[in-house]
């Protein structure tokens, strides 16, 4: 597919069968992220990818036993596909996804938010030219903060300097896949 035809086709998907990827494919989902843009060309990032479907759901549910919503600065996602923003008694900030891959970088670099979310970008973009659907989900920092968390990495052998920052849900749609949204005006300019 073109590259802003599979840019403007791709959506945030919240609603996944119960069906896997297979582990070719997340492997080049992965090798996506590798070869995102990175500051300085330090390639420091780290991705683990799960392909552990009960896996995914405890992670899922780390990730939403944090999440504070008075930072929120709307409250509302989708109609389509609801978000744990449109609907608090949702457990899993995963929803369901079967896999999902984990996007680590350096706690006190300066660019290791920017350099863990063009990673996530390449992946879904990725994913989205393989028929997968997918979500970039964030709150990785808190996800991983208490004792069943900190469990995981030791066992993963992520370095104690690193830090989750973003979440690449994958799986396959359930229901129809969404129609995009309007894109809202006046969000860009060109000054010559």
Known sequence: ???LKLMKYRRSIRKYQDRQISREDMETIIEAGIYAPNAGGGQR???VGI?????????????VARFDRSRLSGSYVSIDQPSIIDDPTMKSGFYGAPAVCVVFAMKNFLYSIPDAFCCA?????MATELGISSCVIARGEETFSGEI????LKEWNIPENYI???FVLLGYCEGEYPQ??????QRSKIIE
């Open 149 to 152: 968390g900190e469990a995981l």
């Open 121 to 125: 970008e390449n992946m879904v973009l």
């Open 51 to 63: 392909r552990n479907a009960e896996l995914a759901e405890k992670i899922g549910r780390l990730n």
């Open 45 to 47: 990032s780290i991705i």
């Open 164 to 166: 989750a920052r973003c």
């Open 1 to 3: 597919m073109e590259l």
């Open 180 to 185: 995009p949204k309007l894109r809202k005006t």
